[in-house]
């Protein structure tokens, strides 16, 4: 079975499944949500009679509440923090259920391009450790998906394949990192197998 390139990239957007929600859960979160409210309503109103202000405890407790709707409300709207450095995601089956929190899967495949193909820009042996091993597994992953082989597995036939200049590209590094205009010319061919 082959998939293309456009088959990963759609996207049909499923239906949320009801938020379902323990009443344990619900009166937990109430509860701290009073008892932070009156431990920051006594502060505050032992702070204002420290400096001899008088205000009307319900207004106080009206504040309070309000600031901590705020601060839930921002928690959640707040995008999810950025993966750690070097760290890779598991390989492996999915669970089944989807991830709302998790990043866009396209931004950070870009990102995982953008950043090696920038920092490597006129270092050869930086392009040749990070970048063209990856060019090698996309051809590969090419190479299995539409003709069952891997450069590996059969050489000869994945040279026909891949065409002279990119087998040449792929075999032996290059003397300096290839331009824009080169890489460009390299998925052009990749995305001809």
Do not use: Y
């Amino acid at each position: 079975m082959s998939t293309s390139i456009e088959d990963l990239l759609s996207f049909e957007e499923e239906p949320a499944g009801p938020a379902v929600e323990s009443r344990g859960g619900r009166l937990r979160a109430v509860l701290r949500t009073l008892l932070v409210t009156a431990a920051v309503v006594v502060v505050v109103i032992v702070g204002l009679r420290a400096v001899g202000l008088k205000l009307s405890v319900w207004i106080i407790v009206a504040a309070v509440l309000a600031v901590l709707a705020v601060r839930r409300v921002t928690r959640a709207l707040a995008p999810p923090p950025p993966p750690r450095a070097g760290g890779r995601a598991p390989a492996g089956e999915e669970p089944g259920a989807w991830n709302w929190a998790a990043r866009d899967a396209l931004r950070a495949a870009i990102n995982g391009w953008e950043r090696p193909l920038d920092w490597c820009g006129g270092n050869r042996e930086r392009f040749t450790e990070r970048v063209l091993p990856r060019i090698g597994e996309l051809a590969d992953e090419r190479l299995r998906q539409q003709h069952g082989i891997t450069r590996e597995s059969d050489p000869g036939r994945a040279r026909t394949l891949l065409g002279e200049p990119l087998w040449t590209f792929l075999d032996t590094p290059p003397r300096r990192p290839p331009s824009p205009r080169d890489l460009a010319v390299i998925v052009a061919e990749l995305e001809k197998l």
